[in-house]
């Protein structure tokens, strides 16, 4: 059985930043996509940052010149870096991977950027 959790969320400033990290554990030969999506309220889960096992990056335009993502295939982990947090990034988090033909998610964690 294969778990995702993430960890590194919590409050920054306005233009501040945070680091998000996600491990995926268990019986995982490889993870093909794995990234990020965040949910603020009631709005639908919208993608943030998202790479290939091949290292290739997709970023929502809202997260482009200011996030980056990086994986390690290896440890089967994801980060996601946040620079010049606003206060519209303020959501919980999702880490995935899609693994074997599914998609996995973590329980998600808490962003707050406020002043």
């Known amino acids: 059985q294969v778990e995702i959790w993430e960890s590194g969320g919590g409050l920054a400033h306005p233009g501040g930043s945070l680091q998000l990290s996600c491990t995926a554990s268990?019986?995982?030969?490889?993870?093909?996509?794995m990234g990020w999506y965040r949910q603020h309220l009631t709005e639908p889960r919208a993608l943030v940052a998202t790479m290939t096992h091949d290292f290739s990056p997709k970023y929502s335009d809202s997260a482009k010149g200011r996030f980056t993502i990086a994986r390690d295939n290896a440890k089967n982990t994801a980060s996601l870096q946040m620079n010049n947090l606003k206060p519209e990034d303020t959501a919980v988090y999702y880490c995935?991977?899609?693994?074997?033909?599914?998609?996995?998610w973590g329980g998600g964690i808490q962003v707050t950027v406020s002043s």
């Open positions: 995935y991977a899609y693994i074997e033909g599914a998609t996995l």
């Open positions: 268990g019986n995982i030969a490889r993870i093909d996509n």
